[in-house]
């Protein structure tokens, strides 16, 4: 059925339709079939930000949401194309970002950050097999930022704090050790070692002192990982004043450990 022609109000009911089956888990093509309409049309409301009464918005500017949406992509992002159907000159390829996560809020946080950078509806979170939160999305124009730590840092210099704050929520976290308070730290966690020595860089700016060394062989990658660690009083309390977290889980145990900063941290059990 091409909706095209039909009335406003009758477009908005489809898109409403579509909005909802999303929410249940269903994919794009089975979504078309249920509605009756064109795949193409219903990847444009999921992917795209297009809907009934607006087109979607490609201009990207920098700002704290998309510094934010960037970071997260960078920790727990993956880049995916759908594939074009043999012979069909008008299906082209598109790209999918997507974030799978194990925490509701965090993927809440995100959805709402990506409407506001990128000017669309909040792209719909799904519940996948493996029993985690899944947004996903496209946009041309991140990927080719995503893809150039030159651009990358035009978008990301003005707005660290929300670049770091989206990594955190992705690769951060929190150690707390109540025996031994000079174990208790902050880290971020990644294989790419020039984003974590960039975000040292951030930091540093930020009055934030870190330290970045490779991390014992706990993943399953091929890939060595790195952790940028941040362990003194000053700069743990600075990161929670400055920078925070989306997290529920990570927040509660964030503001726990600053609490214990304050509260019974002295210079000699401290770095």
């Not at 888990?25 to 078309?32: N, P």
């Not at 979170?125 to 990927?143: G, K, M, N």
Request: hydrophobic content about 35%; overall charge positive.
């Amino acid at each position: 059925m091409r909706i095209r022609g039909l009335p406003v109000e009758e477009r908005l009911i489809f898109y409403r339709k579509a909005m909802e089956l999303r929410r249940l888990g269903y994919g794009r093509r089975k979504i078309a079939k249920i509605l009756g309409i064109s795949s193409s049309t219903i990847g444009n409301w999921l992917y795209r930000g297009a809907t009934p009464i607006r087109r979607p918005n490609y201009d990207l500017k920098p700002s704290p949401s998309l510094a934010y949406v960037i970071g997260a992509l960078l920790g727990d992002g993956t880049i995916g194309y759908t594939c074009p159907k043999q012979g069909d000159k008008r299906y082209r390829y598109h790209i999918l970002h997507k974030l799978r996560v194990n925490d509701l809020d965090f993927a809440k946080t995100f959805s709402e950050e990506v409407a506001k950078a990128l000017g669309r509806p909040p792209p719909p979170i799904s519940f996948i097999e493996d029993r985690r939160y899944c947004v996903e999305f496209a946009s041309i124009e991140l990927s080719k930022i995503l893809g150039d730590m030159r651009l990358l840092k035009v978008y990301v210099d003005q707005f660290p704090e929300a670049f770091i704050r989206g990594l955190f929520d992705a690769d951060g976290g929190v150690a707390l050790n109540r025996s031994s308070m000079r174990k208790s730290h902050l880290v971020i966690a990644n294989t790419n070692l020039q984003l974590l020595e960039y975000v040292q860089e951030l930091l540093q700016r930020l009055g934030i002192q870190s330290r970045i060394r490779k991390m014992p062989d706990a993943r399953l990658t091929k890939k060595p990982c790195y952790g940028l660690y941040i362990e003194r009083k000053r700069s743990i309390l600075l990161f929670a004043e400055k920078i925070g977290c989306s997290v529920g889980r990570k927040k509660r145990k964030l503001d726990e450990l600053v609490n214990w900063i304050l509260t019974r941290g002295n210079e000699k059990m401290w770095r």
